[in-house]
């Protein structure tokens, strides 16, 4: 598992100045280390697809509660979903906050 410690303040700054450049580049990051815990999460590319973005962030968040969270509970993932598609920097965050968590615990 190889889970990156990233500053918060950075990361929500990083994203707004690269206008979403970074937030790209983070879900690739960050969808990489899920799929090695066992994840089933498509391509990237899928983030920049309008539509298609949900269904990302659906598989995405399967396995951030599945791996990281470590819950079996549907409604996390609905709740997950929402906040990556819709709430993009905070459900970044709250992401990042417990990936800070693995980080740290190596």
Request: glycine share 6%; proline share 3%.
């Amino acid at each position: 598992m190889a889970f990156k410690y990233r500053n918060l303040v950075a990361t929500f700054l990083l994203s707004i100045l690269t206008l979403g450049i970074y937030f790209i580049y983070w879900s690739k990051t960050t969808k990489d280390d899920l799929n090695e815990l066992g994840g089933n999460i498509p391509t990237t590319f899928l983030v920049i697809i309008p539509g298609a973005h949900i269904y990302f962030w659906y598989k995405y968040s399967q396995a951030f509660v599945k791996y990281v969270l470590k819950s079996k509970s549907e409604s996390n993932v609905l709740i997950y979903c929402i906040m990556a598609s819709f709430v993009t920097p905070a459900g970044m965050l709250i992401m990042q906050g417990h990936y800070n968590n693995l980080a740290s615990k190596k």
